[in-house]
């Protein structure tokens, strides 16, 4: 079955710091690897994403390290406020028959900044 | 550029009655894709309608089913609610390109609490 392992659960880091979440997958076939970001209330959104030919990706303060080898991948926030503090998926793509295409998620990351 | 809509926002329902979610797409696009959040299984996959048409499943029973119409919105439905039905429930659409990666957008769901 496909699955994407994620921890921590939670994550307390102070302000000014560097937040760290790790995933993990198993199926070779997923080929592009999204981070959402969700606040309470609303649906996830697009943080920054990640194709496995690259070994890292770099938006602002939101960096992805991707190791194809070991079939893990991780987000780091630097410089973590307390507007971050939100709940993180990391996500694999697979594409499957008649164009079709599924998203599994890591189960999310609880992240707070704390000033 | 509105984004994803959903309707209505909060339901509330009792065992064995059945239910229907609504979800307006992004102009455009044509893809609708449709999972359930819970804090213990977090995001899982329910299935994706292009052109009317489900393009895929996940592992949910048929007591889930969905839609989708000429205009690419979609509803889903839920026969014979279990209180374990009790969720989140997401719509995602994209332009479902042919060639590369479909990014997702989420519509803020509805949460549904079955008693």
């Known amino acids: 079955q496909q699955q994407v392992k994620q921890s921590p659960q939670s994550l307390i880091v102070q302000k000014g710091g560097i937040s760290i979440i790790n995933c993990a997958y198993e199926n070779t076939a997923f080929d592009y690897f999204p981070w959402y970001q969700q606040f309470p209330g609303k649906g996830p959104a697009l943080l920054i994403a990640i194709r496995p030919d690259v070994s890292e990706k770099k938006e602002g303060r939101f960096t992805i390290s991707f190791n194809k080898s070991a079939k893990q991948f991780s987000l780091h926030i630097m410089d973590s406020q307390p507007g971050d503090s939100a709940t993180y998926f990391c996500a694999a793509f697979a594409r499957g028959g008649a164009g079709s295409y599924q998203l599994t998620f890591g189960k999310g990351t609880k992240l707070s900044v704390i000033p | 550029k509105a984004g994803v809509t959903q309707t209505p926002r909060y339901l509330i329902k009792t065992r064995g009655q059945q239910v229907t979610l609504s979800c307006s797409p992004i102009?455009?696009?044509?893809?609708v894709s449709w999972y359930q959040q819970t804090p213990g299984q977090g995001l899982q996959f329910l299935f994706e309608y292009f052109s009317e048409t489900q393009r895929n499943k996940g592992n949910f029973p048929g007591r889930f089913s969905g839609r989708q119409f000429s205009n690419s919105r979609s509803e889903m439905n839920v026969s014979t609610l279990e209180l374990g039905d009790s969720a989140l429930y997401l719509c995602a659409s994209s332009l479902s390109l042919q060639a590369g990666v479909d990014e997702q957008f989420f519509g803020p769901g509805t949460r549904l609490t079955v008693l």
């Open positions: 102009s455009g696009h044509r893809s």
